[in-house]
């Protein structure tokens, strides 16, 4: 007579964990269904776009040139414009002018006088500028330089620049007005309910509008479904999180954090930036809070890593306050004391909203390592401690507050 196996003994916390997470995968899958996330095909995602700043400025191009056969005629630009306007700090023409505007004479370009967009406007003598940024952060004084190029090239128009970022960040030169890409797919989703448009065309704009929910701004169904997956399946998502694989940044940023002992504090890490702080800095006595809504710390003043094209980027950068009139007078005294010690790279400090200080940077591989980019991180650390900035801004900070 065969012994009968003693029964095999159940951990009711491994136990509980799978059913959490049978039950997340099972919302998972209604989710993907719902929002068709990696399961229909995707024209530009399989061409490679999602991330190509160029690719998006040339279909963007396309549609708005009103001389192009895609039955949209002139509404995407006029729209576009429109939104410009009121995006924009102090806008050349009105709303109103736009809208009776005569759009059919208007010259479209792309990466013409390194404007990513350039839109000519006669019946209004307006130039429209847009800036495109997916990944990529503005260069130093990029957008005042792009300013100055237009008004000496184009003398004849009014300059109107749009700053076009996935979430509407503004730039460095208060003279641009920003854009997201939220906009951008909102209006489009305007102009083609109200277009007839031939099926391939209208096909085509929705394989780009999927995308761009997808891919860089999701849309706020998309947002709140994900958020109530969270809400009804927190434990079973925070065992991914604990347990999952990290993004090679995230893990690159742990490996130098520990390997330095280094007291810092992590506040926002996505695939190509960590956002950071000395943890020392939120000791400082009534330190002036920043605008959480627009900044991912209650700190005023943060480093980020940045993994661009081959170069990995270490800056300080100046958020956003809740009490605005003291904002510019630390910004000036950051800039006082670091302009001496790097007055190459020292932020422009026009920005009423954000501010980068001072940025270092060093070559990485297209596709670096871990390790690789670790090292990096080690020698932009270096080359930033010259500057003690841990003090420093300490020191900016306690005065501000005294």
Not at 41 to 47: G, K, S, T
Not at 151 to 172: A, I, K, V, W
Not at 203 to 220: D, F, G, N, T, W
Not at 340 to 359: C, L, S
Request: charged share 25%; hydrophobic share 40%; proline share 4%.
């Amino acid at each position: 007579m065969h012994a009968i196996p003693a029964p095999i003994p159940v951990d009711n916390e491994t136990d509980n964990d799978e059913e959490a997470l049978l039950s997340l995968l099972e919302a998972l899958k209604k989710l993907e269904r719902k929002f068709k996330l990696g399961t229909r095909f995707n024209l530009f995602d399989a061409v490679g776009m999602a991330r190509q700043e160029i690719r998006h400025s040339r279909f963007l191009t396309y549609l708005l040139d009103p001389r192009n056969p895609h039955g949209l005629g002139d509404s995407f630009l006029r729209a576009l414009v429109t939104a410009a306007v009121t995006e924009h700090p102090e806008p050349p023409v009105t709303r109103l002018n736009v809208a009776v505007a005569d759009f059919t004479g208007c010259a479209v370009h792309c990466e013409r006088d390194h404007f990513d967009i350039t839109v000519e406007v006669p019946s209004l003598r307006l130039l429209f500028v847009i800036e495109n940024k997916i990944d990529a952060a503005e260069s130093h004084e990029q957008l005042q330089k792009y300013r100055s190029l237009a008004l000496s090239r184009y003398q004849n128009h009014r300059f109107m620049g749009s700053f076009l970022t996935p979430d509407g960040y503004e730039g460095q030169d208060d003279n641009w007005g920003v854009m997201s890409y939220t906009t951008v797919i909102a209006e489009l989703k305007l102009v083609l309910e109200s277009n007839s448009v031939s099926q391939d065309v209208a096909l085509i704009i929705s394989h780009y509008v999927e995308l761009i929910e997808r891919k860089i701004v999701p849309s706020q169904a998309l947002i709140d479904a994900c958020k109530s997956i969270y809400q009804q399946h927190r434990a079973a998502v925070d065992l991914i999180v604990q347990h999952g694989q990290e993004p090679q940044l995230s893990q690159a940023f742990e490996q130098f954090t520990r390997a330095g002992n280094r007291a810092l504090k992590t506040t926002a890490i996505r695939s190509s930036t960590v956002h950071f702080l000395f943890e020392s800095w939120l000791h400082i006595d009534n330190y002036p809070h920043a605008d959480r809504k627009r900044w991912s710390s209650e700190f005023p003043v943060l480093f980020w890593f940045e993994v661009g094209s081959k170069q990995l980027y270490l800056r300080l950068e100046v958020g956003p306050f809740l009490e605005v009139t003291l904002r510019s007078p630390i910004v000036n005294r950051l800039q006082a004391k670091l302009k001496e010690k790097e007055p190459k790279q020292g932020g422009k400090g026009n920005g009423e909203t954000y501010t980068r200080i001072i940025t270092y940077k060093t070559s990485i591989s297209e596709d670096p390592t871990v390790d690789e980019l670790v090292g990096a991180m080690e020698k932009t650390w270096k080359d930033a401690s010259q500057h003690d900035l841990e003090q420093t801004i300490r020191a900016v900070l306690t005065h501000s507050a005294s």
